[in-house]
């Protein structure tokens, strides 16, 4: 067995750390004398010395459980004890967790080892995890508690205490204890309570047993999410590729792509566009003279910023290829329902703005559509109601990670999402092909929408997936560019010029040297500088992209000039692209469907 730390807790709770005893070979006995001579040592003592130090100790130790408003457990227990009550006895190996964390004001959970199998992980809650509690009830779980895991099953929270499976009892032989320090904790403190741990352990005189002190290792790759709602971990898009079950587009597909196309949209080129679901039926049928028309969508709550526009942008370029007709939905109640703070007065604002990028990137207005939720409801809630009855709830919490608490609206939102792959063929009383390109992020709503969308009746929708334009913060940390994470890491399309250049000077993640010497001598990562990643995806020259790498990589290029070449690129595009929004603005009844 394994112990280890994903390192999305580290992240989230810095200060709190956590160790191991482990001691095998043992005989648990009901009271043992020793222990019960520490333990009224330790009474005397917590009446003597209960200080302003004490409670100062407790108000750090407490903060975590304070912070879910409940009160943390060792100060019950201490105003118990001060109170006159006597230090409970449930059996020696017990007592002695007990003697522990009163004297150190730490929680410590107890683990009968044999009815442990798996490696067990320390992690946060997602909320809404259920297990069963050392008194025999069931507790869900709030988000961000700290757990420990058995492979996916919470065997203690610290919170709500350990499990009932694994709970010591008198034929327990290999105990297992685990510590949570729930604040700021020096080393030498830390070393200071396990000794003393210890030496209790030694007063049961066990024979023939040491006690242990397992390693806790950090997992380096933390727990990979992607939901419509929420991105975050180190993005591994062959990963991707495999988990959620797409497939790669590999130099065939891209060939086949580009008998219809010539020369592929450099997004294609560079595997920006990485991956499809069922694309090559798509292509059958419209080598067979059967055209699919093209839908994608974008949930209004703010500006546009350039993430959004890479899958309208090569939207734009498979219209204009193949010719085909193009469904956009705006759901403005989607993110009205996701969003806490959001009003749907301010979703019909942006509404609108982001109408005018979709019409600015050039799409035919007599070929493309915009279907905005609340609006044409009349339209598409009749066919919302078909999809929703062949999806559970429980499909749909899995999928999404929804929890209890998810509000019903959220929970039907996938259904209005499918109408457009299949509203064409309804409206043209035949069954048409849909190919959705959209960001990976999207893929849960039609993998839990295809099948039913095929049991209606249509064409299992095919799609198209592409990676995320990286936030300005970096790679690591912003694997997804969000408005949510503030203005800072975004570029709106609606910045001006100077806006442009102060947040690319100062917030584009730099994978340049300290120094300009140490630069010139050692050179730049173009794979971590966000100024040349964000060059991949605007700088359609494959020549003039190489050179960069090369006099970036060789050190030639300083990180000031790679920053400017970027500046100029975007606020070239954005110039023309503010312009044609502004003309788009006449233009936007050209653009939504009548019905
Ligand atoms: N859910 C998308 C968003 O959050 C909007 C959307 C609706 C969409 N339908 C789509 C995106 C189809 C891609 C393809 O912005």
């Known amino acids: 067995m394994k112990i280890k730390l994903t390192s999305r807790l580290r992240k ?11 001691i095998k070979n043992i005989k648990n ?7 019960e001579a520490e333990k009224l040592k330790l009474e005397k003592a917590i009446k003597k010395n209960s200080d302003l130090k004490t409670i100062e100790r407790l108000q750090e130790q407490g903060s975590f459980h304070r912070s879910f408003a409940k009160s943390y457990p060792i100060e019950f227990q201490l105003k118990s004890v001060l109170q006159g009550k006597k230090i409970p006895t449930q059996s020696a190996y017990v007592d002695i967790l007990f003697l522990a964390e009163l004297k150190h004001y730490c929680i410590i959970s ?26 025999n009830q069931r507790q869900s779980l709030k988000k961000d508690d700290i757990v420990l895991r058995e492979n996916d099953q919470v065997i203690t929270t610290l919170l709500y205490g350990p499990d009932a499976s694994t709970k010591i009892t008198e034929n327990t032989t290999n105990c297992l204890y685990l510590f949570w320090f ?50 975050k971990g180190n993005i591994d898009y062959n990963k991707i590729v495999k988990e959620f079950g797409v497939s790669a587009i590999d130099n065939k597909l891209q060939k086949r792509i580009e008998k219809h196309t010539g020369p592929v949209h450099h997004f294609l080129r560079r595997n920006i566009f990485f991956a499809h679901r069922d694309l090559p039926f798509i292509l059958d049928q419209y080598e067979k003279g059967n055209k699919f028309f093209l839908y994608t969508g974008r949930s209004p709550s703010n500006h546009t910023h350039m993430g959004h526009m890479i899958p309208w942008m090569f939207t734009k370029w498979l219209q204009d290829k193949f010719g085909v007709e193009l469904w956009f939905q705006f759901p403005d109640e989607e993110k009205f329902l996701m969003k806490r703070d959001l009003r749907l007065d301010d979703v019909e604002k942006f509404t609108n703005e982001n109408m005018l990028d979709v019409i600015a990137l050039g799409f035919d ?46 929970i039907f939102y996938t259904a209005m999402q499918a109408v457009p792959a299949f509203l064409p063929s309804v409206l043209k009383k035949k069954k048409i092909p849909c190919l959705i390109p959209h960001a ?58 100077s806006t442009v250049k102060k947040k690319i000077n100062k917030h584009a993640f730099s994978g340049g040297q300290p120094t300009i010497e140490e630069h010139k ?75």
Not at 12 to 22: H, T
Not at 202 to 229: D, G, Y
Not at 366 to 380: C, G, S
Not at 468 to 494: E, H, R, W, Y
Request: hydrophobic share 35%; glycine share 6%; aromatic share 10%.
């Open 182 to 231: 729930c604040a700021a904790i020096s080393e030498k403190e830390i070393q200071g309570i396990l000794k003393d741990f210890k030496q209790n352990l030694s007063l049961l005189k066990t024979k023939n047993t040491v006690a242990t002190e397992p390693n806790i290792t950090l997992e380096s790759s933390p727990k990979l999410v992607i939901t419509p709602w929420e991105v």
């Open 440 to 497: 990976i992020d999207q893929d849960p709503h039609f993998r839990v929408t295809r099948d039913v969308i095929q049991k209606l009746g249509y064409y299992k929708p095919g799609s198209i997936q592409c990676r995320f334009l990286p936030g300005l913060g970096g790679m690591q940390t912003d694997g997804k560019m969000s408005s949510s994470a503030g203005d800072n890491s975004t570029i709106f399309t609606v910045d001006n010029a």
């Open 365 to 410: 207005p007599k070929k493309t559509h915009f279907l905005i939720d609340t609006r044409h409801a009349n339209t598409m809630y009749k066919e919302a109601v078909r999809v929703a009855k062949l999806i559970t709830y429980s499909t749909v919490r899995s999928s999404f990670g929804f929890t209890n608490e998810q509000n019903i609206g959220a």
């Open 29 to 35: 006995k009901k009271t043992n004398p020793r222990i």
């Open 110 to 135: 107890g683990h009968d080892l044999n009815a442990i199998e798996n490696d067990i992980t320390f992690d946060l809650s997602d909320g809404g995890e259920n297990y069963t509690k050392i008194n």
């Open 521 to 595: 001598k050692l050179g730049g990562d173009p794979n971590i500088d966000i100024s040349y990643q964000w060059l991949t995806f605007f700088e359609e020259d494959d020549a003039k992209l190489k050179d960069i790498y090369e006099s970036y990589k060789s050190g030639s290029m300083l990180s000031g000039e790679l920053k400017a070449m970027l500046i100029k690129k975007l606020n070239t595009f954005l110039t023309s692209h503010q312009e044609k929004r502004q003309k788009a603005k006449k233009k936007i009844d050209q653009f939504v469907y009548q019905s």
């Open 12 to 22: 989230r709770y810095p200060n709190i750390s956590f160790r191991a005893i482990l």
